[in-house]
């Protein structure tokens, strides 16, 4: 979530002197409390901010609102704010997902596809001010939306701002996937142990996401460097020595094909018979190290190839299939 912050003292939109101000602002719109009553007499007492309310910290604050949010059926996230010179945030906007208005599209105009519009000049908000007691005290809350639409009861957990993946649940998503079962599986099998993807709290894309973000971070420094190195020295000592790699939509390495001379001879010679053979798995991931292998006149093993493959999905092994390969 992006996050404006400003070292100023007070918001541009409160029109009086913050110097004069001695009480709270109240709901801005007048239908805001029986927008509520109206429309979510399900919502407790408790659950709906209240002018006055008191937080000991801004994440705090933004749990709340969230949840508050989660029952209507909208997405928030965190706007403006204002910061001590000491880097304590002293007042802070939360506003719904659909706020502002997007600015104008500068790209080709002939282009097929625009972004969904997300900014529909919601003004839904809640304030939260600490300069005056020390503690987050909402100040300012606008409950009405405008006609951006809410999310019903059973969808309200796919909007941005409610997907969230514990730390349990991602240490379960890493034992699913050390285990060998694919993304999919294992999104399915931890949506059936919560009685539904609406309890689960995130997507498949978040889960997704979060497997490739991993990889990303668990890569250590220098490795990728260190790879291709040792690919590129294999290329100068054998000058028919082949590579390729192949990347994935983020750029980053997925799959990574090599044959050195010898194995482009057996396999000009032998290679009318392929078998893709995957069962070693030797590097510390546990990745699928396979080999492209036959049968050469004496009935002997020979290797025609070698790949060290991300996962064993039905994509990879596509990837892996392709022309008989040259001799230079």
Same mark, same amino acid.
């Given at each position: 979530?992006?996050?404006?912050?400003?070292?100023?003292?007070?918001?541009?939109?409160?029109?009086?002197?913050?110097?004069?101000?001695?009480?709270?602002?109240?709901?801005?719109?007048?239908?805001?409390?029986?927008?509520?009553?109206?429309?979510?007499?399900?919502?407790?007492?408790?659950?709906?901010?209240?002018?006055?309310?008191?937080?000991?910290?801004?994440?705090?604050?933004?749990?709340?609102?969230?949840?508050?949010?989660?029952?209507?059926?909208?997405?928030?996230?965190?706007?403006?704010?204002?910061?001590?010179?000491?880097?304590?945030?002293?007042?802070?906007?939360?506003?719904?997902?659909?706020?502002?208005?997007?600015?104008?599209?500068?790209?080709?105009?002939?282009?097929?596809?625009?972004?969904?519009?997300?900014?529909?000049?919601?003004?839904?908000?809640?304030?939260?001010? /600490?300069? =005056?007691? %020390?503690?987050?005290?909402?100040?300012? $809350? &606008?409950?009405?939306?405008?006609?951006?639409? @809410?999310? +019903?009861?059973?969808?309200?957990?796919?909007?941005?701002?409610?997907?969230?993946?514990?730390?349990?649940?991602?240490?379960?998503?890493?034992?699913?996937?050390?285990?060998?079962?694919?993304?999919?599986?294992?999104?399915?099998?931890? /949506?059936? =142990?919560? %009685?539904?993807?609406?309890?689960?709290? $995130? &997507?498949?894309?978040?889960?997704?996401?979060? @497997?490739? +973000?991993?990889?990303?971070?668990?890569?250590?420094?220098?490795?990728?460097?260190?790879?291709?190195?040792?690919?590129?020295?294999?290329?100068?000592?054998?000058?028919?020595?082949?590579?390729?790699?192949?990347?994935?939509?983020?750029?980053?390495?997925?799959?990574?094909?090599?044959?050195?001379?010898?194995?482009?001879?057996?396999?000009?010679?032998?290679?009318?018979?392929?078998?893709?053979?995957?069962?070693?798995?030797?590097?510390?991931?546990?990745?699928?190290?396979?080999?492209?292998?036959?049968?050469?006149?004496?009935?002997?093993?020979?290797?025609?190839?070698?790949?060290?493959?991300?996962?064993?999905?039905?994509?990879?092994?596509?990837?892996?299939?392709?022309?008989?390969?040259?001799?230079?």
């Amino acid at each position: 979530m992006d996050t404006n912050v400003t070292p100023q003292r007070r918001l541009d939109f409160d029109t009086h002197d913050e110097n004069q101000e001695t009480e709270f602002d109240y709901v801005q719109f007048e239908d805001g409390e029986k927008f509520i009553n109206e429309r979510y007499t399900a919502i407790s007492n408790d659950k709906i901010p209240q002018i006055g309310m008191k937080f000991e910290s801004e994440e705090a604050a933004y749990k709340f609102y969230n949840e508050y949010a989660k029952i209507v059926g909208f997405s928030i996230r965190k706007h403006v704010a204002h910061k001590h010179p000491y880097g304590v945030i002293l007042d802070r906007v939360f506003c719904c997902s659909c706020q502002g208005q997007r600015g104008q599209d500068k790209r080709d105009a002939t282009i097929r596809s625009h972004c969904p519009e997300t900014r529909k000049g919601c003004l839904a908000m809640m304030k939260i001010n /600490a300069r =005056q007691t %020390g503690k987050y005290t909402i100040q300012k $809350f &606008i409950a009405a939306h405008n006609d951006h639409g @809410l999310a +019903s009861p059973n969808k309200s957990h796919m909007l941005r701002s409610h997907r969230i993946m514990s730390v349990e649940q991602a240490h379960q998503a890493n034992d699913i996937y050390s285990s060998g079962i694919t993304p999919k599986a294992g999104f399915e099998l931890m /949506a059936k =142990q919560m %009685g539904g993807r609406e309890n689960v709290g $995130f &997507i498949f894309d978040d889960y997704k996401n979060y @497997l490739r +973000s991993k990889r990303t971070v668990e890569m250590k420094k220098g490795d990728t460097g260190g790879v291709l190195e040792y690919l590129q020295q294999r290329q100068l000592e054998d000058p028919n020595f082949f590579y390729a790699i192949q990347v994935d939509q983020d750029d980053l390495i997925a799959n990574i094909f090599l044959a050195d001379s010898q194995m482009m001879a057996d396999f000009a010679h032998f290679g009318d018979v392929v078998c893709f053979y995957t069962t070693y798995r030797k590097c510390r991931d546990g990745r699928p190290f396979a080999l492209f292998v036959g049968v050469n006149h004496h009935k002997q093993t020979s290797i025609f190839g070698a790949a060290l493959l991300y996962d064993e999905t039905a994509d990879t092994f596509m990837a892996m299939s392709g022309e008989k390969p040259q001799l230079s």
